[in-house]
């Protein structure tokens, strides 16, 4: 079980702290062996045509916070990505009837002198302007690969401009070039609102927490029959219910790679109880994520009504949609909880997964609970899945596995990835919203969001053959992972 240090203004990377990789091929089995013996290695890949950030995963957390301001400090260039967070965020006002505004998010604008000089008297400017301009109730401050390089102290800034400023100045560390697994950046941010935002207890409270991105608020029915309140946390949250989330009974999470780390540090710091059965996707997973949650909160024999009266209400359904997607196969692209999250939907609709491209992998959760693990979940109740392979976004590699097992429809987490499948004409489907095809329902939703797909592949048919690909013929005949280093596990395609 990870340790969380808050006197450390910086978390640990995932690497370090869990053994996380992003490169290895094999089968789901042998992969979940190797992380429970200890044996897990990372895969090098001596050629890489991508890779994610941690910087933009700990800044996507914090943007969305209402009543905070967010100094990126950083070349201008690192910013690149605000007018996306800001789409996001006035999207997630829209679906929950908030006012419309734009995020506050600034840049020092790092250039070649400070990297020479140093940019502390930027950054201290820069907050002091932030603060004249929006008056927020907090600043956070994350660092960049620029920042970290020529070593500014933006601990002792922060601390310093938070007794001159009185409110919260927080540094956040997740300069991109210190790790490869980019969800290191949930944990940064994470890590920072826990050190300097929530506060002891005061009372325990019938709220929840909810670790979600800034999808649909699918638990308030759920948590409002058993008597709790759900409270979504980060985006869309005040400084203010920040604070107070020491005080909740319960913490879930939507996806364990987002939320490791803080549901371990709610547990670990203020005796928060974590719920770490594997997210609810499809019927088993279900079952032991919601008698989970009824054990936490004491509402046991109401789960087991909940249970009775959903199956009566899904199972018929999902065996007429087992009839129809018979014989059809599949192949899956996300990051590593969803991606087993999926694996579990597609098994239990009857599907056949072809293989799996995840983008990394957690062989342990910071709460040291192997239960908590979707994977082996997936590989103990549907079997082993071949050609499993933990693939940090690298195109290359996903177009030339497709191109040899044309799986009937590829699933897929993250918007980058799905052009691949339609230029070789497979129908394929993006899902960004996680609560989608979460509980009972989801398997529902999932399943007719895929007949759909199936019966429109039109467009793609038409796609891939006036489109073209950026990789020879030499290469498509090639092994996907020919610039795999050791440490790997061969199955073979």
Request: glycine share 8%.
């Given at each position: 079980?990870?340790?969380?240090?808050?006197?450390a203004?910086e978390v640990?990377?995932r690497e370090?702290?869990?053994g996380?990789?992003?490169?290895?091929?094999?089968?789901?089995?042998e992969?979940?062996?190797?992380?429970?013996?200890g044996?897990?290695?990372?895969?090098?890949?001596?050629f890489?045509?991508?890779?994610?950030?941690s910087?933009?995963?700990a800044f996507?957390?914090?943007?969305?916070?209402k009543?905070?301001?967010?100094?990126?400090?950083?070349?201008?260039?690192?910013?690149?990505?605000?007018?996306?967070?800001?789409?996001?965020?006035?999207?997630g006002?829209?679906?929950?009837?908030?006012?419309?505004?734009?995020?506050?998010?600034?840049?020092t604008?790092?250039?070649?002198?400070?990297?020479?000089?140093g940019?502390?008297?930027?950054l201290?400017?820069?907050?002091?302007?932030?603060y004249?301009?929006?008056?927020?109730?907090?600043i956070f401050?994350?660092?960049?690969?620029?920042?970290g390089?020529i070593g500014d102290?933006?601990?002792?800034?922060?601390?310093?401009l938070s007794?001159?400023?009185?409110?919260?100045?927080?540094?956040?560390f997740?300069e991109g070039?210190?790790?490869k697994i980019?969800?290191?950046?949930?944990?940064?941010?994470?890590?920072s609102?826990?050190?300097?935002?929530?506060k002891?207890?005061?009372?325990?409270?019938?709220?929840?927490?909810?670790?979600?991105?800034?999808?649909?608020?699918?638990?308030?029915g759920?948590l409002n029959k058993?008597?709790?309140e759900?409270?979504?946390?980060v985006?869309?949250?005040?400084i203010?219910?920040?604070?107070?989330i020491s005080e909740?009974?319960a913490?879930i999470?939507?996806?364990?790679?987002l939320?490791?780390y803080?549901?371990a540090?709610?547990?670990?710091?203020?005796?928060?109880?974590?719920?770490k059965s594997p997210?609810?996707?499809?019927i088993e997973g279900t079952d032991n994520?919601?008698?989970?949650?009824g054990?936490?909160?004491d509402?046991?024999?109401?789960?087991?009504?909940i249970?009775?009266?959903?199956h009566?209400?899904?199972?018929p359904k999902?065996?007429?949609?087992?009839e129809?997607?018979k014989?059809?196969t599949a192949?899956?692209t996300?990051?590593?909880?969803?991606?087993?999250?999926?694996i579990?939907l597609?098994r239990?609709?009857?599907?056949?997964?072809?293989?799996?491209?995840i983008?990394?992998?957690?062989?342990?959760?910071?709460n040291g609970?192997?239960e908590?693990?979707?994977l082996?979940?997936?590989?103990?109740?549907?079997g082993?899945?071949?050609?499993?392979n933990?693939?940090?976004?690298?195109?290359?590699e996903?177009?030339?596995?497709?191109?040899?097992?044309?799986?009937?429809?590829?699933?897929?987490?993250?918007g980058?990835?799905?052009?691949w499948g339609?230029k070789?004409?497979?129908?394929?489907?993006?899902i960004?919203?996680?609560?989608?095809?979460?509980?009972?329902?989801?398997?529902?939703n999932?399943?007719?969001?895929?007949?759909?797909t199936?019966?429109n592949?039109?467009?793609?048919?038409?796609l891939?053959?006036?489109?073209?690909m950026?990789?020879t013929?030499?290469?498509?005949?090639q092994?996907?992972?020919t610039?795999?280093?050791?440490?790997?596990?061969?199955k073979?395609?």
């Open positions: 079980m990870s340790k969380i240090n808050l006197k203004p640990q990377v370090v702290r869990l996380s990789i992003t490169a290895f091929k094999g089968t789901a089995k992969l979940v062996k190797l992380g429970r013996s044996k897990l290695k990372d895969g090098t890949r001596s890489s045509q991508c890779m994610g950030c910087s933009g995963n996507c957390q914090l943007a969305m916070i009543d905070a301001a967010i100094i990126n400090h950083a070349p201008v260039g690192c910013s690149g990505d605000f007018f996306g967070f800001n789409f996001v965020y006035r999207v006002q829209m679906d929950r009837e908030l006012p419309s505004v734009n995020g506050r998010y600034f840049s604008n790092l250039e070649e002198k400070d990297t020479i000089f940019g502390i008297n930027k201290e400017g820069t907050i002091r302007e932030v004249k301009r929006v008056k927020p109730n907090a401050i994350t660092t960049s690969c620029a920042s390089i102290d933006v601990e002792a800034t922060t601390n310093k007794e001159e400023l009185k409110i919260p100045v927080v540094s956040c997740c070039f210190k790790s980019w969800t290191t950046g949930f944990d940064s941010a994470y890590h609102i826990v050190r300097k935002i929530v002891p207890p005061k009372n325990k409270s019938n709220k929840v927490n909810i670790i979600n991105f800034w999808g649909s608020h699918i638990f308030d759920l058993l008597g709790y759900a409270k979504y946390i985006p869309f949250s005040t203010k219910e920040l604070e107070n909740s009974a913490t999470q939507i996806c364990t790679t939320g490791t803080l549901g540090a709610l547990e670990q710091i203020y005796g928060v109880p974590e719920i997210p609810a996707y499809g994520w919601i008698r989970e949650l054990r936490v909160l509402r046991e024999e109401q789960i087991e009504d249970i009775k009266s959903e009566e209400r899904v199972i999902l065996q007429e949609y087992r129809k997607l014989g059809k192949y899956i996300a990051g590593a909880a969803h991606g087993h999250a999926i579990a597609l239990e609709l009857g599907l056949d997964v072809q293989g799996a491209a983008f990394h992998h957690d062989p342990v959760f910071d609970d192997a908590s693990d979707a082996a979940h997936d590989v103990r109740t549907y082993d899945i071949h050609n499993y933990v693939c940090n976004k690298q195109a290359y996903l177009v030339n596995i497709l191109n040899r097992v044309k799986p009937d429809i590829m699933i897929a987490r993250h980058g990835m799905t052009i339609a070789l004409g497979i129908p394929t489907l993006l960004g919203d996680e609560q989608f095809s979460f509980g009972y329902q989801g398997v529902l999932y399943a007719e969001r895929i007949l759909e199936l019966d592949k039109e467009f793609v048919t038409n891939a053959k006036h489109s073209s950026p990789y013929k030499w290469w498509l005949e092994d996907p992972f610039f795999l280093g050791r440490y790997t596990h061969v073979n395609y």
